[in-house]
């Protein structure tokens, strides 16, 4: 299946800083998504995002479909902002394979 | 629309014992797919299901298992559970490629 790396797999941030979450992945892909994965365990769907640029609020992506890759952007971070970020690809059907994920941290 | 609904919440079971979880996607969506979440292999695929027939699996021994009934709502069943098989188990359900996930089950085998 598709490979697919995130990184980085850690990052602390203070309140109101900006960054950028990268997903790399090996193939070209049909279905690429993000989500947010809350400390209860809960996955949110953040994008829906095979190619183009998406904006949601404080939160947009880019997905950069002939080069392989996807960004994340988070601006004016919040605490609630805290948890693990995945990218995933598809698999076949609507089947995903999942990145490492990263972990962030928002600090007040 | 109600999200994704996964029962039970919490579990605990003995080794060699089974065990069977259930799933009810959102109205509508004939896609669902089952993901076991473990600290050291991350999020796995099991399988996906679209109008009652299994349409992709993972790479997991056949003590998984799982099935979707006539109204879309999906259960997977684990055999023999090990100790390994401890893990947060989601269920995804999609329309049209986007996946939306229920709040999981997290089993515990003992």
């Known amino acids: 299946g598709i490979q697919v790396e995130q990184s980085p797999p850690d990052l602390i941030l203070q309140e109101g800083a900006n960054s950028t979450l990268r997903c790399n992945f090996s193939d070209s892909v049909n279905n690429l998504q993000w989500f947010h994965q809350n400390p209860w365990g809960q996955l949110i769907n953040l994008f829906y995002i095979p190619s183009g640029t998406k904006q949601n609020g404080r939160l947009s992506a880019t997905t950069v479909a002939t080069e392989r890759y996807s960004l994340l952007y988070i601006s004016s971070s919040q605490t609630t902002d805290s948890g693990v970020y995945f990218c995933a690809v598809d698999l076949g059907g609507y089947a995903l394979n999942f990145g490492k994920g990263t972990s962030l941290l928002v600090t007040p | 629309k109600a999200g994704v609904t996964q029962t039970p919440r919490y579990l605990i079971k003995t080794r060699g014992q089974q065990v069977t979880l259930s799933c009810s996607p959102i109205s509508g969506h004939r896609s669902v797919s089952w993901y076991q979440q473990t600290p050291g292999q991350g999020l796995q695929f099991l399988f996906e299901y679209f109008s009652e027939t299994q349409r992709n699996k993972g790479n997991f021994p056949g003590r998984f298992s799982g099935r979707q009934f006539s109204n879309s709502r999906s259960e997977m069943n684990v055999s023999t559970l090990e100790l390994g098989d401890s893990a947060l188990y989601l269920c995804?359900?999609?329309?049209?490629?986007?996946?939306?996930f229920g709040q999981g089950t997290r089993l515990t085998v003992v």
């Open positions: 995804a359900s999609s329309l049209q490629g986007a996946a939306f």
